[in-house]
């Protein structure tokens, strides 16, 4: 993986604890207590999630292919269930908010949104500048 890839992981991984941090806090003082947790508990695990991703892809990226790929399938899949596991358990006896667990959930992807959408218009300007 170039390093520039690299370094936009880390751009989305930073922003993406940024953004929960600020969503844990404007929902904590905004709206309580249960919003603050609910937040919090989403954005811990698709945060932790997508950690886990990144470290197995690199992983995968840096051997043989052939070797470790079954292995990381292995890997994505229990992770995949133990996320179903952990929200379902969360939803069943956590007593959070709804609402607030799924807009914690969501902060990766809007990381990823906002890195992409700024990438792309880096790339524009420097083509018009050209």
Avoid: C, H
Wanted: glycine share 12%; no cysteine.
């Amino acid at each position: 993986m170039a390093r520039n890839e690299l370094q936009l992981l880390g751009v989305v991984q930073l922003s993406s604890w940024g953004l929960l941090a600020l969503m844990v806090a404007a929902g904590w003082l905004g709206f309580g207590a249960p919003a603050g947790k609910s937040l919090l508990v989403g954005g811990l695990l698709a945060n932790g999630s997508f950690w886990l991703l990144k470290r197995d892809l690199l992983g995968l990226l840096r051997g043989e292919l052939t070797a470790v790929k079954s292995r990381f399938f292995i890997k994505y899949y229990s992770r995949l269930t133990l996320m179903a596991v952990l929200l379902f358990l969360v939803i069943r006896y956590g007593a959070l908010p709804i609402p607030g667990l799924l807009i914690g959930l969501s902060t990766v992807f809007v990381s990823i949104t906002a890195v992409a959408i700024l990438g792309v218009r880096k790339e524009l300007n420097i083509k018009e500048a050209s």
